[in-house]
Each structure stands twice: as structure tokens, then as C-alpha cells.
Nanobody, 124 residues
Framework: QVQLVESGGGLVQAGGSLRLSCAAS????????MGWFRQAPGKEREFVAA????????YYADSVKGRFTISRDNAKSAVYLQMNSLKPEDTAVYYC?????????????????WGQGTQVTVSS
């Protein structure tokens, strides 16, 4: 069982940066593939980025590639999302998620554990 708590969201101007953090409880965090998803008002939840258990493999949605970076620190049971060059269309609630599936997966249906979300608002 893993519990996830996100932090680091807020209001930022277009072109700015934010770093989201996700703190995980549970002794087996290092065995989980971790991902970030987001959901904007009136839209479905969408994949943003994911990292394998070791951090050696990462995958990004095309919309954030080159601007966002996912990383993890297994010693601290944490995963991060560094977001640069933010755009108004990045505005959404961002969720941290974990899955026992090995290898990077982009489908929200394959993630078993979810945080409560953190709001990111990018003003133009």
C-alpha cells in the first residue's frame, strides 16, 4: 500500500516555472513506476510524465516534452515534476500516481495509487 501527497502547486505567470513534489509512504516505493497526470476543468485526466522504478526510464506527453522533467529519489520516497516555460494550457490539477507495473505506462487505468492533486494555474 502506498499513500501519495502532492505539493508545490500554485499560481505562476506564463513562461515561469514550478516544481511539484509527491511524497510517498510505504516501504516499497522503490518498486513502483511513478507518473504524473493532470486534469483541466471540463477535460479528461491526461498523462503528463512517468518514470520507471529506478528513474532510468522516463516518458513524456508530447505537449510537455522539452519543458517538463520527472525525477525520483527513492531514498526519500519522493517523485518530482519540474515544469519550465509554463503555458496557460498547462493549467490543471496535477496528480501523482503509482503502479506496480514494471516499465513506463501512460494509461491512468494501470495506476493503482493516487494523490489528492495540487492545483497549477498559469496566467497569460
Amino acid at each position: 500500500q502506498v499513500q501519495l501527497v502532492e505539493s508545490g502547486g500554485g499560481l505562476v505567470q506564463a513562461g515561469g516555472s514550478l516544481r511539484l513534489s509527491c511524497a510517498a509512504s510505504g516501504r516499497t516505493f522503490s518498486r513502483y513506476t511513478m507518473g504524473w497526470f493532470r486534469q483541466a476543468p471540463g477535460k479528461e485526466r491526461e498523462f503528463v510524465a512517468a518514470t520507471s522504478w529506478s528513474g532510468g526510464r522516463t516518458y513524456y506527453a508530447d505537449s510537455v516534452k522539452g519543458r517538463f522533467t520527472i525525477s525520483r529519489d527513492n531514498a526519500k520516497s519522493a517523485v518530482y515534476l519540474q515544469m519550465n516555460s509554463l503555458k496557460p494550457e498547462d493549467t490543471a490539477v496535477y496528480y501523482c500516481a503509482g503502479t506496480r507495473i514494471q516499465g513506463v505506462t501512460t494509461s491512468s487505468l494501470e495506476y493503482d495509487y493516487w494523490g489528492q492533486g495540487t492545483q497549477v494555474t498559469v496566467s497569460s
